[in-house]
């Protein structure tokens, strides 16, 4: 968050939300305490206080004493409190890890920061307690894994046992008699625990709200596209905004009709109701409480909402139309998939008019690679589970008419800044990266081995999701034990009335994005209803035979100057047209007829439908092995790939609401909206089809190892787009783990934590590209002296493993630091050299349009961008997740055809070189040496975060803030941001 000097305003009043307690559990009345006075001090009375504050009358003034405490800040922030006193911690739940459960979710726990603290920080870089005590240890595992011992894993993670010992207590309080929150002193990481299940919720709304409330704010902001006008009109605030209206735009009637058709049948709906509305009351009775005592997050200031000095305005309560945009923040970002239709037609028909309709079509169908044989699978026993494969003759395909595709336009009305031509711009960054949705990312990974290779003989995990890096995290810990629910884990700020990945009393579960097809792209005739002539134009639409006005969404936003926002006034209107076939993205001809291109997901509408599943993996009645654990994920319409491991089992699950497609349509491309290409049993109204039975989606128990890092499942699953080929980050981990299985060495947790570090740490196109580009390379003498030192420093460094980790903890400088640089610059040079000249021009930019070049740890390097508004190969820099999406395969595949190897599922034609070997090799030679010759600050270019040339400062890993306090940088590590180590010893 960028900060100026605060500065006096009126602000117009946001007024809180009445405030409506449960009616069957009255709050006790609680004396109102002082309004502390030290930073450190007023921290602590917002996480410790055991009451709540009456509701706060909107727009009071009050006495000016949190002025007094800015203006003492350089001598007064971040004293240290004292001890508060702390009642014993409540019996721990029933616990059969034996103290085998780690896990670990940097930066650190507590994410609220009062005024003083952001100042504080920024003045002397001093933090709140447990704002990042657990990057260090996170950080420090790339430099220590080689030589790790089981004794030392506790030194890299958090004890996840249930409880807290008493000895641990940090502090302990009852916001209501039903509830205790009990904090550990290690990592401030909230236990909460329950004597009713009302209680149970209440006190994790209360917790959530302690260590997020602003960024719950934020996002329930984000999933309604309004974040201009609650962070700040910064142009990455605008883009984002604008790219979640344009995936899930919804009227507040629409939200409320999700939140009645989600909880409204079924016991378990109900009670999830209940469980809902109960954590909501613990987030607005915090609410209420830190803005009378003037205990909130800094950033209402900061950001307009309180003014500093007289209290004015507030903070709006939570609703449960608020689950649900954020709910469908979640879903957007890592549980959908599909969608990319209209840039798979355009790379046919550049294929065809460069090939012809023959040769263009296979070309394509290799370049999609639709069941790969060479692909890592996690289902690697030859399970097969058909799914959104290509048809043999499809029906119903509507190729755009080339040229003809454009962009359906979303901004109307602007004002100001919202024009994007302000004579005046500012260095605001947004609160986000602004193509945080629409730049590809890949997410997650998972290691999992059977309890008959392992030490002990008990299954060992080292699971979780990669979520991006935040300060504070998207995601938060705790722990939760009440009636019928019994978890330790993590959970998305503003959703944590269940645990959504983590452990049980006996078992634990974790997920990586599945991203299998959900979403198709309709080709929608336009007509007018008056008869007059039909153009791109048009807002209507033939729905089986009758015109029909597209429904019109809008979203009005507006903004003004903020201390941490400096961007210039303005305003604009986000508007979405809306068919039956889904939301308009683009217009264009099929066959010189004007059509709406949409994009039909089968999770919209149903955003929060997940619920049912969550709660069932909390429940240790409901979750007890692995068939009852497939069972909860069978209620999750996310696309995940589910992981389960117990004492003596494992499992596997991929959930999603797959629609079940007419015959011969293809899901890889534009599809006719006629009745006879719709989703079976499709209803435009409830967004309801036919989806693939429980039994069709693919599952596993007990296979003796899994892996996964997105990448495809099982045999017969089709892709949601391209890349999923003979390299993939994926074989990273199935390489190492299948060693260890297959070694004769029993494996333990550490063993399994260094494969997880080892590939965390290595670069793909090191380990498995660069061998096929040396191999052909060194096929003749290399002459040249440039070239010969480039490929000598380039086969050292593949051969001492590939890796991009420094010489010593703490040196910031990679060892083969030169070879990292040339391979960094050689590769979008190597496949725009080796594959532009036998595509084309408009082949090439349609395939890398579709699936981007590259993704290094530096999101540089990415080869050229695309002419629309949104191309493949944009990146988010420093975000620690690489190597998901690229032309490894594409690379890899062609080279060996080369070199006469045996391809299985080759692309159609050779293109390096043209199929010739020496032609090839002069190819690959004259692109290595313009990036030998490519200085370092050419390279790593430099940005806000790192200066020009600063290899190893352009990778790290930046906990992107937020708020207004902000983190340290951290070496790259390609691994999960909250992880799980898991073994349990028994079980019930």
């Known amino acids: 968050m960028h900060l100026r000097t605060p500065h006096l305003r009126k602000y117009r009043p946001h007024v809180p939300r009445p405030h409506v307690p449960h009616p069957d559990t009255p709050h006790p009345d609680t004396p109102v305490r002082p309004v502390p006075r030290t930073a450190a001090a007023r921290s602590a009375a917002a996480r410790t206080a055991d009451g709540t504050a009456a509701a706060v009358r909107p727009g009071s003034r009050r006495p000016g004493r949190r ?80 030589t790790l011992t089981a004794a030392q894993l506790s030194g890299f993670f958090n004890d996840a ?20 929150i009990v904090r550990d002193k290690a990592t401030g990481v909230p236990h909460i625990t329950g004597t009713t299940r009302y209680g149970t919720e209440y006190g994790a709304g209360y917790a959530a709200a302690q260590d997020r409330l ?57 009670q999830a109701l209940a469980d809902a509305q109960a954590y909501l009351d613990g987030i607005n009775t915090y609410i209420d409480k830190v803005y009378r005592e003037r205990t909130f997050p800094g950033e209402y200031d900061l950001t307009g909402h309180i003014d500093w000095f007289t209290n004015a305005g507030g903070i709006d309560h939570f609703q449960l139309t608020d689950l649900v945009a954020l709910a469908s923040v979640v879903g957007a970002l890592f549980g959908s998939g599909g969608g990319g239709e209209l840039a798979s037609a355009q790379v046919k028909s550049a294929a065809g008019a460069k090939y012809g309709p023959a040769a263009g079509d296979a070309l394509w169908t290799s370049l999609r690679e639709p069941d790969d044989p060479e692909a890592v699978r996690t289902l690697h026993d030859g399970q097969s589970f058909p799914y959104a494969q290509p048809p043999a ?49 890949g997410m997650s990974n998972a290691l999992v081995v059977s309890g008959k290779y392992t030490d002990d003989g008990h299954p060992v995990a080292v699971f979780g999701p990669q979520t991006g890096y935040f300060a504070p995290q998207l995601l938060m810990l705790e722990e939760l034990q009440g009636p019928g629910i019994s978890a330790r884990g993590a959970a998305f700020a503003g ?121 069932m993996l909390n429940d240790p009645a409901a979750v007890h092995d692995p068939a009852s654990f497939q069972q909860a994920a069978q209620n999750i319409n996310y696309t995940f790939n589910w992981f389960y491991a117990d004492s003596a089992h494992t499992a596997y699950y991929n959930s999603g609401s797959n629609p079940v497609r007419a015959d011969g349509v293809d899901p890889g491309l534009p599809v006719l909206a006629q009745p006879a290409y719709e989703w079976l049993d499709f209803d435009p109204v409830a967004n309801t089809a036919r989806y693939t039975p429980a039994d069709r989606h693919p599952q596993s128990v007990d296979q003796d ?10 045999d017969g699953v089709g892709p949601a787009g391209f890349g999923n080929g003979s390299v993939h ?68 460094w593949q051969a001492a493993g590939g890796l991009r980790r420094e010489t010593s903890a703490g040196s910031h400088v990679y060892a083969d630091a030169e070879a990292i640089r040339i391979l960094d610059a050689w590769w979008p040079l190597l496949a725009e050299a080796e594959f532009r000249p036998g595509m084309g021009d408009q082949l090439f930019a349609a395939l890398s349009g579709a699936l981007q070049i590259n993704e290094s740890p530096s999101g540089g390097q990415s080869g050229p961008l695309g002419g629309g508004p949104v191309s493949a190969n944009e990146s988010v820099p420093h975000k620690g997740s690489a190597f998901q999406y690229g032309w490894w395969s594409y690379v890899d595949k062609d080279l060996r055809s080369v070199l006469g190897d045996p391809v299985a599922g080759p692309l159609a034609r050779p293109f390096c070189g043209g199929g010739d070997p020496a032609a090839c090799r002069q190819v690959l030679r004259d692109s290595l040496q313009q990036a030998a010759g490519r200085t370092a600050a050419q390279v790593y270019p430099g940005d806000a975060d790192c200066a020009a040339g600063d290899q190893w400062c352009a990778d ?22 909250y992880q799980q180590v898991v073994q349990f010893q028994s079980h019930r």
């Open 729 to 796: 980050r994926g074989d990273l981990l199935d390489d190492r783990v299948k060693a260890l299985v297959t070694s004769g060495t029993k494996v333990g947790r550490t063993a399994l934590v260094q494969a997880m570090e080892s590939a965390a740490l290595t670069d793909l196109r090191a380990e498995d590209v660069l061998p096929d580009l040396l191999r052909v390379i060194r096929g003749a003498p290399v002459t040249d002296p440039a070239q010969a030192a480039a490929v000598q420093k380039l086969a050292a």
């Open 956 to 977: 790290t890993i930046v906990q992107r803030p937020l708020g207004g306090v902000t983190d340290a940088r951290s070496t790259w590590q390609n691994r999960p941001t």
């Open 393 to 441: 003759n499809p029906r119903g395909t509507a190729r755009p008419d080339p040229g003809s595709v454009v962009p359906e336009p979303m901004v109307q009305d602007a004002t100001g800044t919202g024009t994007g031509a302000s004579a005046a711009p500012t260095a605001a960054a947004g609160v986000l990266p602004g193509n945080l949705l629409t730049a590809k990312h």
């Open 495 to 615: 959703l944590s009335f269940y645990v959504e990945l983590g452990r049980g009393q006996d078992y634990a579960w974790s997920a990586t994005s599945a991203g299998q097809d959900i979403t198709d792209t309709y080709a929608v005739p336009l007509c007018t209803t008056d008869g007059s002539p039909v153009s791109l134009a048009a807002n209507s639409y033939l729905w089986h035979g009758t015109c029909t006005p597209m429904e019109r969404l809008e979203r009005k936003n507006r903004w003004a100057p903020t201390t941490a926002d400096g961007t210039a006034a303005g305003s604009y209107t986000l508007v979405m047209n809306r068919t039956a076939y889904g939301l308009v993205s683009a217009r264009g001809t099929v066959g010189g007829q004007p059509v709406a291109f949409t994009s039909l997901r089968s999770t919209y509408r149903h955003e929060a439908d997940s619920i049912v599943g969550f709660q």
């Open 67 to 146: 002025a007094a405490a800015v203006l003492a800040v350089a001598a007064t922030v971040l004293a240290l409190a004292a001890p508060t006193p702390s009642a014993g911690a409540p019996a721990a739940a029933t616990d059969l890890c034996g103290g085998r459960c780690l896990d670990i979710l940097p930066p650190g726990e507590n994410g609220n920061a009062t005024l003083a603290d952001i100042l504080g920080n920024r003045a002397f870089g001093t933090r709140p307690a447990h704002t990042d005590d657990q990057l260090a240890p996170y950080a420090a595992l790339a430099q220590a894994y080689p």
């Open 705 to 714: 190892y899994y892996i996964s890092w997105n990448n495809k499942q099982a």
């Open 214 to 270: 602003w960024v719950m704010d934020l996002f329930r902001h984000v999933g309604r596209g309004q974040l201009s006008g609650f962070a700040g009109g910064a142009a990455a605030n605008r883009q984002l905004e604008q790219s979640f209206w344009q995936a899930a735009p919804y009227t507040e009637a629409e939200l409320q009709q999700q939140v009645d058709s989600t909880f409204g049948t079924g016991p378990r709906a109900r």
């Open 161 to 180: 046992s249930f409880g807290v010992p008493a000895g641990q207590v940090a502090d302990s309080i009852s916001p209501r008699p039903d509830v205790t």
